[in-house]
């Protein structure tokens, strides 16, 4: 757990630049305050209430850095690491807990949303304390009130704070409603189901208020369409697309080697087994999220993209740990050592923690190419900014604390995704400069094929690998 936080902490310090929907967020909180943080929000994004006035009193009180943008997922991320170690205490023996805690801590995707300005890992710690909290909570020997008032609490501000929460929520009441069948205490069923309708009556405004106008918009509909599933899929490619989705969420969680998919598979489907069998209670509280967003994925109402649904990871790692309990009971000692060499080897080929601290990480360095621009002595009145480097060029030279550094690009020439590049080229004046980012190959070779039909190129720094920033300088021919 301590190597996990470590990593985290050292990521955060390498304070890479922010990306495009960072960036967006950050224009948000910097242009609005907290009430107007409560409704549909500006460019293509959509985040929890509660999350964005986190970020709005970090950033009014420590300034609108990077680091200060990523202090709340980076403090979540910390309190995630421990929610997990006391969920994986109530699955799984010692023996077996270090297994799906450690493959939490190095997950690249888990490091990486820990340090990102995006709502994803706090989705993750909310959903595990939810989790945690259910277990430690018995509907049975306390006091209906205090249930009722603690359950209220705590339901109301993961809804405002956390989308998936309402599935993690969907769960606790399954929970505590076979807790209650199976004891046969049904006048405790009536408190639940008074509960469920205080809690479903909030998401419903929430959703019709706040999240409907967003997540259906036409862009996030027609960008998150690869990442809904099929609900009967009739064609060889879509049942492709449902496999390689679900797959990739596996895979997210605990490694990409085809050893990792098929042993986790198998712990997944002993734990499921098992745990519906003999703790019934506490297997639908982790498998029935899981399946409410299947169901949510087939109506094209959440999307299985990796990191919209990165609460579900630490649920599969939850069942991988029951799993690799189980196979660890086996009273043969090959068979247990076997298990643990499997399980070493999946932990080695997943381990992201060393590459990220070895060599800092990055996704946009933005102000790498603007830096490479200062030295060619290009100006805002000469620079052209790509559609998916707009977002990047507004936060760098009006909203971050060392905005003054490149106050020269400020009134640069902010394109949209519709840009006329030949006629840019065509009526461009001696030198000009273009930068790029968050673009597919092929669109960024069309563009340049553009442009260098009528302009010579100068210069440019175009190797994505170590800078993912393309800046392409040009004169007139």
């Known amino acids: 757990m301590a190597a996990g936080i470590i990593t985290r902490l050292v990521v955060l310090l390498q304070n890479r630049n922010l990306i495009i929907d960072e960036c967006n967020i950050a224009r948000n909180i910097y242009e609005r305050g907290f009430a107007a943080l409560a409704q549909p929000l500006d460019y293509e994004q959509y985040a929890p209430p509660v999350f964005l006035w986190a970020l709005k009193l970090f950033t009014n009180l420590f ?53 990102e300005a995006k709502q994803y890992m706090p989705d993750v710690f909310i959903t595990l304390l939810l989790i945690w909290f259910a277990l430690k909570t018995d509907i049975r020997s ?25 599935f993690i929520l969907a769960s606790v009441g399954v929970y505590y409603g076979y807790t209650c069948l ?52 009739h064609s060889y490619q879509q049942w492709k697309q449902d496999y ?20 986790h598979t198998l712990l997944i489907l002993a734990a499921t087994g098992v745990l519906l069998y003999k ?19 087939m109506a094209h109402q959440f999307s ?32 247990r050592f076997l298990m643990v060499v499997i399980a070493l080897i999946c932990i080695v080929n997943h381990n992201n923690a060393y590459k990220m601290i070895n060599k800092p990480f990055s996704t946009e360095d933005f102000t790498t190419g603007l830096s490479f621009l200062k030295k060619e002595h290009i100006s805002g009145g000469q620079l052209y900014i790509h559609n998916g480097s707009r977002p990047a060029l507004i936060y ?30 065509t009526n461009a004046g001696g030198r000009i400069a273009l930068i790029i980012t968050s673009i597919y190959p092929d669109e960024l070779a069309h563009i340049r094929s553009v442009m260098e039909a009528h302009m010579q190129l100068l210069d440019k720094m175009d190797d994505h690998d170590k800078h993912r920033v393309f800046v392409y300088v040009y004169e007139k021919r």
């Not at 309708?197 to 409907?212: D, E, M, N």
């Not at 390689?244 to 042993?263: M, N, P, R, T, W």
Request: aromatic share 18%; no cysteine; hydrophobic share 55%.
């Open 279 to 297: 703790h019934t209670a506490k297997g639908l509280l982790i498998i029935t999220p899981l399946v409410i967003v299947v169901i949510a994925s």
């Open 63 to 115: 300034g609108m850095s990077e680091q200060v943008l990523r202090l709340y997922p980076f403090l979540t991320s910390i309190g995630a690491l421990i929610m997990m170690y006391l969920v994986l205490k109530e699955y799984t023996s010692l023996r077996s807990l270090w297994y799906p805690l450690v493959l939490f801590a190095v997950a690249h995707i888990m490091i990486r949303y820990s340090t």
């Open 396 to 425: 760098y030279t009006r909203m971050h604390p060392a905005k003054e550094e490149w106050a020269q690009f400020k009134d640069a020439h902010l394109l949209y995704w519709d840009a006329n590049y030949d006629s840019i080229a």
């Open 244 to 263: 390689h989705i679900l797959a990739d969420l596996l895979e997210s969680a605990g490694g990409y080697h085809a050893l990792a998919v098929i042993f």
């Open 304 to 335: 299985l993209l990796n990191r919209v649904a990165l609460f579900t990871l630490p649920l599969l790692l939850i069942l991988i740990g029951y799993g690799f309990d189980l196979f660890l009971k086996v009273r043969f000692v090959a068979w």
């Open 142 to 166: 306390m006091l209906w009130y205090k249930f009722l008032l603690f359950w209220f609490v705590i339901g109301s501000i993961a809804i405002w704070a956390s989308m998936p929460a309402v």
């Open 182 to 233: 199976q004891q046969k205490e049904y006048k405790k069923l009536g408190l639940l189901i008074f509960l469920s309708l205080l809690w479903l009556g909030q998401f419903a405004f929430y959703y019709y208020a706040i999240l409907k106008p967003q997540i259906q918009s036409d862009y996030l509909q027609q960008f998150h369409k690869d990442y809904f599933l099929y609900v009967l899929p």
